[in-house]
């Protein structure tokens, strides 16, 4: 079964840079990749979708790259602020039908001014 | 547009107790699904619809049960509450391959 793996628990950065977080994937390479913003609390949001034929995808400061050699998404934040702070999860389809998603445990970021 | 809602948000069961919680969603959206949340475990799937009348297993579907007799409902049901099933529960929604759309949760508290 696809397992997914974000690589770090708690990532801690100054206002202004940029935030990466990374999602490694293991098995078949997915027809697309999500991920999402938690905070404490609250349910996910949706941010941004990827699909396998997309190398870059961009949203206001936010950019996520799809590397199907390297099984591997990175997930961008541009001058970070300190309202970026959550919880972000990488999400993608469980099974080849795509009819379920499985969530990697998230990263925690905490943006300091 | 109240997108999906779930309802209690919060219960604390005794153990052996039943209780059904109720996801309802108006975005007419055909595919639904319950997750859980636990520390250190992220969101594991319970089960899912991807229509009306429709059910089926997620990864953690012992101890619960699921109706979908209404397209915009989704009921998940504990028969008998063990403390093991104390977490957050999430509903979800979604169209197409678009992003979900989560609800607030439901905060669960077996004893």
């Known amino acids: 079964s696809q397992k997914i793996e974000q690589n770090s628990e708690a990532l801690n950065i100054q206002e202004g840079k940029t935030a990466t977080l990374t999602c490694n994937y293991t098995?078949?390479?997915?027809?697309?990749l999500q991920w999402y913003r938690q905070d404490p609390g609250r349910g996910p949001v949706f941010l941004l979708l990827?699909?396998?034929?997309?190398k870059e995808k961009r949203k206001e400061r936010l950019k996520v790259t799809f590397d199907t050699t390297l099984k591997q998404s990175l997930f961008h934040i541009t001058a970070s602020q300190p309202a970026d702070s959550a919880t972000y999860l990488c999400?993608?389809?469980?099974?080849?039908?795509?009819?379920?998603?499985?969530f990697g445990k998230g990263t925690t970021l905490s943006v300091s001014s | 547009n109240a997108g999906v809602t779930q309802t209690p948000k919060f219960r604390v069961l005794k153990t052996g107790q039943s209780m059904t919680l109720l996801c309802a969603q108006d975005?007419?959206?055909?595919?639904m699904y319950w997750y859980r949340q636990d520390p250190g475990m992220g969101l594991r799937l319970i089960h899912y619809s991807v229509g009306e009348g429709t059910t089926a297993k997620g990864e953690v579907p012992d101890g619960y049960n699921v109706s979908r007799l209404k397209k915009q409902n989704f009921l998940l049901g504990l028969e008998s509450a063990a403390p093991s099933q104390t977490s957050v529960y999430f509903c979800?929604?979604?169209?197409?391959?678009?992003?979900?759309?989560f609800g607030s949760g439901t905060r669960l508290t077996v004893v």
């Open positions: 979800a929604s979604r169209d197409g391959d678009y992003g979900y759309t």
């Open positions: 990827i699909r396998e034929n997309e």
């Open positions: 999400a993608l389809p469980a099974n080849q039908a795509g009819t379920a998603l499985i």
């Open positions: 975005m007419n959206h055909e595919y």
């Open positions: 098995n078949y390479s997915p027809a697309y």
